[in-house]
């Protein structure tokens, strides 16, 4: 009989090769469980919107990147979620929020909104709630004509070299149409520089952190509460204050520290004022 005789070197390649390849399989087998972190938007406990006031304001715009979400462990270990690919608001790990919806005095918006992340996480019990308010730097100079969702809304992009808006948000005064009655704040990294084939960076990232270590799956819901930014604006002194993020902006200064971040650096330096969880409904 004919014996087959095996190349020398050939089972230790094929060992080294598949063991990665069920360590990948066993990791990708771990039980996982869907999450989904709701958000709203309310002016102190009263709901806003495009069209319904409150305090006598209405939301003229509110549209935010998000991402960087982790929850916390049962044992104190802070452990990341995969967020779902869920075009055209989730993609990349990062996730479009939209609150507007093209009425009323939302004049610059369209009528699909988004009000929540859906994501994955390993099986477990969790409390507690961290993310960012932005895009990655490694993303933040993307072509948004090019760039997948939800980097592909143009709406939320300034221009190559100072990435896009973190955040847009405005709120005007109800029945009163004109410019010194509103408020609007884009948010985005500044002091940019490079070129659009190699950008080199943002000094001042501007990149809100948010933790909330009251957050309980299922039972709690992010708050986005515009109250405290409408009292350092001043809609009713008939004086225009608006901000893009521009560091000798002297309207920029109190809104930033609304949102947790030092206006002469850019970083992030505390939770935001305007953002808190409480009971679903």
């Known amino acids: 009989m004919r014996r087959t005789r095996s190349r020398p070197g050939l089972i230790p390649r ?23 972190i709701p958000f709203s938007v309310q002016f102190g406990a009263e709901p806003i919107s495009c069209s319904m006031a409150a305090a006598d304001l209405r939301l003229s715009d509110m549209r935010l990147f998000v991402y960087d979400f982790h929850l916390t462990s049962a044992s104190g270990e802070e452990v990341a979620l995969t967020l779902d ?56 100079h993307a072509d948004p004509l090019q760039a997948l969702a939800p980097l592909n809304h143009t709406a939320m992009h ?35 520089s490079g070129s659009a084939s190699d950008p080199g960076g943002c000094r001042h990232s501007n990149r809100p952190e948010i933790s909330l270590p009251e957050f309980v799956p299922e039972e709690t819901v992010v708050v986005i509460d515009l109250a405290p930014l409408a009292a ?25 520290a609304i949102f947790g971040l030092d206006f002469a650096s850019g970083d992030a330096i505390g939770t935001p004022d305007l953002i808190r969880v409480t009971k679903l409904e």
């Open 14 to 36: 094929i060992t080294a090769l598949t063991v990665p390849v069920c360590v990948a399989l066993a990791s990708c087998g771990a039980p996982q469980q869907a999450i989904e």
């Open 85 to 140: 690919d869920r075009p055209p608001w989730q993609g990349g790990q990062v996730a479009l929020l939209d609150f507007e919806d093209g009425t009323g005095t939302c004049r610059n918006g369209s009528a699909a909104t988004n009000a929540g992340v859906q994501a994955r996480v390993a099986a477990g019990n969790y409390t507690g709630l961290r993310f960012r308010i932005g895009v990655p730097e490694v993303l933040n």
């Open 158 to 192: 300034w221009h190559w070299l100072t990435g896009y808006k973190f955040l847009r948000a405005g709120i005007a005064r109800a029945g009163i149409d004109n410019e010194s009655a509103t408020f609007w704040l884009h948010l985005g990294s500044t002091r940019c």
């Open 232 to 256: 350092v604006t001043g809609l009713h002194d008939g004086i225009s204050a608006d901000c893009s993020s521009g560091p000798t902006e002297a309207s920029c200064e109190r809104p930033f």
